[in-house]
T-cell receptor, first 112, second 113 residues
Framework: NAGVMQNPRHLVRRRGQEARLRCSPM?????VYWYRQLPEEGLKFMVY????????ESGMPKERFSAEFPKEGPSILRIQQVVRGDSAAYFC??????????FGSGTRLTVV | DQQVKQNSPSLSVQEGRISILNCDYT??????FLWYKKYPAEGPTFLIS?????DKNEDGRFTVFLNKSAKHLSLHIVPSQPGDSAVYFC????????????FGKGTHLIIQP
């Protein structure tokens, strides 16, 4: 039973490019959460999705960031026109019940 | 405004002794608290949790204490082992649902042999 799978593990993008981060939740989990960890900071909640629905996006920057969790396939966190300040570790978590979070290993985005 | 605070960025403890990690919160709507452990280059892993209706929860070497009046919780690890060296995050949730967690900045625990 694979855990939460995130890919790629490392992603390097030039300023202005797009970054796509993928998250496959644990089998049977229908809740997906994205978090961002900036250097020297804790994890900051970004968005909570269920299949085909965004439930809470209160932590998402208003521009350039979007997330989806389609009926089929992984959840995608998309960052358009990346800037240096987007460099961070992005973690995805999934759950089936409200207290059963499982985190992936993260994607480390570096913007050069 | 940081709603969950871990004021000690790092803590060094001798192997075999007790490790005490502290966490304070400001949001009185939080009703569920969790501790996560994180190794470098890995995602956080769930360690232990406590509901606001309790003041203590114990699981093996790990015990979490909650003082609601002080809005303070602590994680005790006894005895501390080398494998406990990691970053520990305190997290909190309100509303009882599957909402996002609010995390502290973490405390880096170093267990010295």
């Amino acid at each position: 039973n694979a855990g939460v799978m995130q890919n790629p593990r490392h992603l390097v993008r030039r300023r202005g490019q797009e970054a796509r981060l993928r998250c496959s939740p644990m089998k049977g989990h229908s809740h997906v959460y994205w978090y961002r960890q900036l250097p020297e900071e804790g994890l900051k909640f970004m968005v909570y999705l269920q299949k085909e629905n965004i439930i809470d996006e209160s932590g998402m920057p208003k521009e350039r960031f979007s997330a989806e969790f389609p009926k089929e396939g992984p959840s995608i966190l998309r960052i358009q026109q990346v800037v240096r300040g987007d460099s961070a570790a992005y973690f995805c978590a999934s759950s089936q019940r409200s207290d059963g979070y499982t985190f992936g290993s993260g994607t480390r985005l570096t913007v050069v | 405004d940081q709603q969950v605070k871990q004021n000690s960025p790092s803590l060094s403890v001798q192997e075999g002794r007790i490790s005490i990690l502290n966490c304070d919160y400001t949001n009185s709507m939080f009703d569920y608290f969790l501790w996560y452990k994180k190794y470098p280059a890995e995602g956080p892993t769930f360690l232990i949790s406590i509901s606001s209706i309790k003041d203590k929860n114990e699981d093996g070497r790990f015990t979490v204490f909650l003082n609601k009046s002080a809005k303070h919780l602590s994680l005790h690890i006894v005895p501390s082992q080398p494998g406990d060296s990691a970053v520990y995050f305190c997290a909190a949730r309100s509303g009882g649902g599957a909402d996002g967690l609010t995390f502290g900045k973490g405390t880096h625990l170093i267990i010295q042999p």
